[in-house]
């Protein structure tokens, strides 16, 4: 009788016989795959709440506001394009994006050049590196600071540094930050002067060019000027690129500095008047906080054109080591 069960068993075809139960050595491997995922966003938790609360939630909020009259003490009132139409005919809208473009344009070159310039000093293995690269990047590291505006607004001032230094020389000097043609060149000159962070990456890219193509230009008699510019430049292009995006975006974010040299009012007569510094006027000094977050807008629009401006001409003059 028990063997012929055990031969039934065996002929039973294999579609009607019961399916295989889950393997146990599979078991414990998902369990452990689900309790790092869920591990991980346990720990992801707090950046996700913020991206929601502080990134995601405000930039919207600023969206639905642009669209409305708000004043901070009534509630929003739904205006339409009405704050975007304003823009066109603010006169002092129009002299904020002027000024912004002539600060962008000058300071952003002269903070690359500067930072392009020390970094090949500092690239010539010269003694004390790390000393003098915390040194040039601390700048960088105050830009912001309400404290360097101020030692920049004396250094600039009536009595400051350099008209102590003119006095020397015989030429008499005036308060170049109340002068209109001379204000926003102090600004100009700051934001020169905080070439740290690109300095530190220029020093980072030219430490990754071989060594083997200034070798090949030795053996072939170039000059250091035809080295510089037929071999450092190219090889550095990307390097250059990366830090023209950043400092372009970081100069139209600029709004310290103005504020504390004209003291909140962008003068004299709005020569300093950024465009970030007039948004503050709008939004927390006459509390027309819809018109403000409409300027906000604008303000990442003109952002996202240049840089797609920026990726847009790289392909002619950005040169990668496999091209």
């Known amino acids: 009788m028990s063997r012929t069960t055990t031969v039934l068993r065996r002929r039973v075809p294999p579609e009607t016989a019961a399916p295989p139960g889950p393997d146990r050595a599979d078991r414990p491997r998902y369990s452990r795959r689900v309790r790092d995922g869920v591990t991980g966003y346990v720990f992801l938790a707090p ?50 994006l002027w000024v912004t473009f002539q600060y962008v344009f000058i300071s952003v070159p002269l903070q690359l050049v500067m930072a392009l310039g020390l970094a090949i000093v500092l690239n010539q293995g010269i003694r004390g590196l790390s000393f003098y690269r915390s040194v040039f990047y601390l700048p960088s590291l105050l830009a912001g600071s309400v404290s360097i505006a101020i030692l920049w607004r004396q250094i600039f001032g009536q009595d400051g540094l350099v008209n102590d230094v003119l006095a020397k020389v015989g030429i008499e000097g005036q308060s170049w930050i109340a002068h209109p043609d001379f204000a926003l060149g102090t600004l100009v000159l700051l934001n020169g002067w905080t070439f740290g962070a690109p300095m530190v990456i220029f020093l ?54 103005a ?32 018109y403000a977050s409409a300027m906000a807008w604008l303000l990442l629009v003109i952002i996202a054109t240049l840089t797609a401006l920026n990726f847009l001409f790289a392909k002619r003059w950005v040169f990668y080591g496999d091209e």
Not at 83 to 94: G, I, Q
């Open 47 to 96: 950046w996700l709440v913020g991206l929601v609360a502080i990134t995601i939630g405000p930039i919207l909020a600023s969206l639905y506001l642009a669209f409305t009259d708000y004043s901070l003490l009534k509630p929003p009132e739904w205006v339409g394009l009405a704050n975007f139409a304003e823009m066109l005919s603010d006169d002092r809208l129009h002299k904020s």
């Open 204 to 257: 980072a890219g030219l430490r990754q060019i071989p060594s083997s193509y200034y070798e090949a230009a030795a053996v072939d008699g170039a000059s250091r000027w035809r080295v510089f510019v037929h071999v450092t430049l190219p090889l550095l292009t990307p390097i250059i690129f990366f830090n023209l995006v950043l400092q372009v975006i970081g100069a139209f974010q600029s709004f310290t500095q």
């Open 259 to 290: 504020f504390v040299i004209s003291g909140g009012s962008g003068g004299p007569a709005d020569s300093t008047l950024l465009f970030t510094l007039y948004l503050y006027e709008e939004g927390f000094g006459s509390f027309h906080m819809g």
